[in-house]
């Protein structure tokens, strides 16, 4: 099956500017999740999608971060306008939602630096 | 404020040796515990999931959990140097790996030949 598929890979932006990051699931997977990771850092959770419903945005940055997940597909990160410490690998991942406990499959990653 | 801690290393471990990773938690209601593995400039990719007490084993590796201590660990025996990477901790609560996970920092492992 096709994994979760991300674009851009990579990004390089000034401060202040905007940014916009998108996400393919895989296919049939309902809860989609944007993670932030910063170097030597675990990944954090910065929102998750139940279809096109927000589940969990407590730790969104909401001045200048949003996120969207129109029909319940594909997923989009924005931040505007940038900082340097938003300089991250911005991860999503899919789970389906049967059993107790699902797998969570990341995708490869954007690769933001802001300078 | 859940928080997941981990010991960032580099742990440094010989070749077929057994590597010894652990991991402690917050959150008592916490319910579901994954290990995950992440080599440099890679996403992470799921090792093991644990969520009863005691040890759960799925070929080289062992994950075991302590809930009264809020304790999770993993054990790789028989260390490879493809072994090599950053092992991060995640904890979920009731809905599992459908909830959204708490990471540890991740400890870098280093196998050497």
């Known amino acids: 099956e096709a994994g979760v598929a991300q674009s851009p890979r990579y990004k390089i932006i000034e401060k202040r500017q905007s940014v916009a990051f998108w996400c393919n699931p895989i296919s049939g997977h309902a809860t989609l999740y944007w993670y932030q990771q910063i170097l030597g850092q675990g990944p954090k959770l910065l929102i998750q999608?139940?279809?096109?419903?927000?589940?969990?945005d407590s730790q969104l940055p909401k001045d200048r971060f949003s996120a969207e997940r129109l029909k319940g597909v594909d997923s989009t990160l924005k931040i505007q306008p940038a900082k340097l410490e938003d300089s991250a690998v911005y991860l999503c991942?899919?789970?389906?939602?049967?059993?107790?406990?699902?797998?969570?499959?990341f995708g490869q990653g954007t690769r933001l630096t802001v300078v | 404020q859940k928080e997941v801690e981990q010991n960032s290393g580099p742990l440094s471990v010989p070749e077929g040796a057994i590597a010894s990773l652990n991991c402690t938690y917050s959150d008592r209601g916490s319910q579901s515990f994954f290990w995950y593995r992440q080599y440099s400039g890679k996403s992470p990719e799921l090792i093991m999931f644990i969520y009863s007490n005691g040890d759960k084993e799925d070929g080289r590796f062992t994950a075991q959990l302590n809930k009264a201590s809020q304790y999770v660990s993993l054990l790789i025996r028989d260390s490879q140097p493809s072994d090599s990477a950053t092992y991060l901790c995640?904890?979920?609560?009731?809905?599992?790996?459908?909830?959204?996970?708490?990471f540890g920092k991740g400890t870098h492992l280093i196998i050497q030949p």
């Open positions: 995640a904890v979920g609560g009731m809905g599992g790996g459908a909830d959204g996970l708490t």
């Open positions: 991942a899919s789970s389906s939602t049967t059993g107790f406990v699902t797998e969570a499959f």
């Open positions: 999608f139940q279809n096109n419903g927000v589940v969990d």
